[in-house]
């Protein structure tokens, strides 16, 4: 379902001031235009800004309530945002492939085809005068026209605009905080480029046209081109070779696990074997069973009986949550994601393998509702596939543990007899945080999960 867009609105007012003079008369019309600012949503709990990934809708436009405007990508996945009005897309703000903080105006939306030209003008007037959304005022186009006392004649016209050089004389460079990043990342001075954007402001699109015109055009002093992907300086006589800026999603990676390094955590190790539920898996797997689906479905089932496991720490107090939502992690393409089994323990293992599905392909399409990827309690990690043994996992904020599995491999071992045998082994490794979850509680869940894997007729029930 699209999220929706919530407008600022500012309202209207007109009036003709006439001042009585001998002829030729001066008339002055001051239009305060109907307009709402569109803001940049928040998408998920812990997003702080938006990219724009593309315009559903353009400029002159005339949308309906509920109509998509524009997609936007969050830290988790791209989303379509509707509207709550009806009007015209009078101006876009933020252009396609530009970041936004949450909060700030992305469009303005006129509430008539008249009002396009003059909400524009008036409204960018506003946001690039004002510190935030909220504090934006009524601004004034005034139209000036000279008439004669005599029969009418053609009127001649004159908008009287306030305008910002881009750049005049080594003044202040006025240019979008995107635009500014691109022209460090290009090498472009943005000194020499007339924007495009309201009040002649810098946006992304003219400093992209400046670095392929800069390219193509022949450079007297030895200078090299600028490339999109920027080569360091040499820092400490070591040669730091290319940087690509982060992605949305991966900033909102970084500063969860900067924020994981304030808790306590510890590990606890575990070997399970395997051999049971491989078995079961390879006699259900042809009914479209898959194995994530399996371990979500035994560790479910372990947190039923040690509740503890399933919490978290808040303000200095502890959460047991009352549902028991498994949230896997899943590598995509410049990211991670985790999508979520929500009540694992209830949900039969058919329809949690069909889920799984389900979620996979709309995270690798970026099309993930955040109730999809924000509301785990337990989380899985599992590198098995890729034939890692063993490994420890971050500790995502907001929960209490994290698994992380190894491959299921042969293993020599002894059994209770004595007799030396051979079992399909792999290894747990439990992360938890140390102010609600202690070494004890971890060691019970982990011989309760060995159990279930061991003995897994629970799991299709």
């Keep these: 379902m699209a999220q929706s867009l919530t407008p600022h609105r500012t309202t209207l007012s007109s009036s003709l001031l006439t001042h009585p003079r001998p002829t030729p008369r001066a008339t002055t019309f001051i239009v305060r235009s109907k307009y709402r600012e569109i803001f940049m949503p928040a998408l ?36 379509e945002v509707e509207t709550f009005y009806d009007g015209y897309l009078a101006k876009i703000v933020v252009e396609e492939g530009g970041v936004a903080p949450v909060g700030s105006s992305i469009a303005i ?6 009002e396009i030209v003059a909400a524009a003008a008036t409204a960018t007037a506003a946001i690039s005068s004002s510190t ?25 016209a004159e908008t009287v605009v306030s305008r910002h050089e881009a750049s005049e004389g080594g003044k202040r460079v006025v240019a979008t905080p995107y635009a ?78 900067v924020e994981s390094l304030s808790v306590p955590t510890f590990r606890v190790g575990y070997t399970i074997t395997t051999d049971a539920l491989d078995a079961l898996y390879k006699k259900i797997k042809s009914k479209g069973v898959t194995m994530t689906a399996l371990l979500a479905k035994a560790t479910a ?12 720490c808040r303000d200095g107090k502890s959460f047991t949550y009352s549902s028991i939502n498994i949230a896997v992690a899943v590598a995509i393409d410049g990211g991670l994601l985790t999508p979520v089994l929500q009540d694992a323990d209830k949900v039969d293992i058919y329809s949690l393998s069909r889920k799984w599905k389900e979620l996979v392909d709309k995270a690798r399409n970026k099309q993930l509702q955040p109730h999809e990827y924000n509301s785990g309690t337990f989380t899985l990690s599992n590198l098995g596939t890729f034939g890692v043994d063993r490994f420890d996992a971050i500790l995502p904020p907001g929960t209490g543990a ?29 992360t938890a945080d140390h102010r609600v979850i202690y070494g004890a509680d971890l060691a019970a869940f982990l011989q309760t999960l060995a159990q279930i894997i061991d003995d897994p007729k629970d799991l299709t029930f």
């Design 44 to 79: 998920s709990s812990t997003m702080t800004e938006g990219k724009i990934v593309s315009w559903i809708k353009s400029e002159g436009d005339k949308l309906s309530k509920g109509d998509s405007v524009v997609v936007v990508e969050s830290d988790k996945a791209d989303m």
């Design 109 to 114: 939306l006129a509430e008539s085809e008249a």
């Design 132 to 156: 935030g959304p909220t504090s934006a005022p009524v601004q004034e186009v005034r139209i000036e026209s000279v008439t004669n006392s005599s029969p009418p004649a053609t009127a001649v």
């Design 180 to 257: 500014k990043k691109l022209g460090k990342e290009l090498g472009v001075d943005l000194r020499g480029i007339v924007g495009s954007g309201p009040d002649w402001r810098i946006v992304a699109k003219d400093v992209e046209t400046a670095a392929v015109v800069s390219v193509k055009t022949p450079v007297a002093a030895n200078v090299a081109a600028p490339a999109v992907v920027v080569a360091e300086r040499n820092v400490g006589g070591v040669e730091l070779g290319s940087s690509v800026a982060f992605t949305t999603m991966q900033n909102a990676v970084s500063r969860n696990m």
């Design 301 to 312: 089932l372990a947190l039923v009986k040690h509740p503890v496991v399933n919490s978290s």
């Design 402 to 430: 994290i698994m992380a599995v190894g491959a299921s491999q042969p293993t020599v071992v002894a059994g209770k007899d004595g007799r030396i045998g051979l079992k399909k082994q792999m290894q747990v490794n439990v």
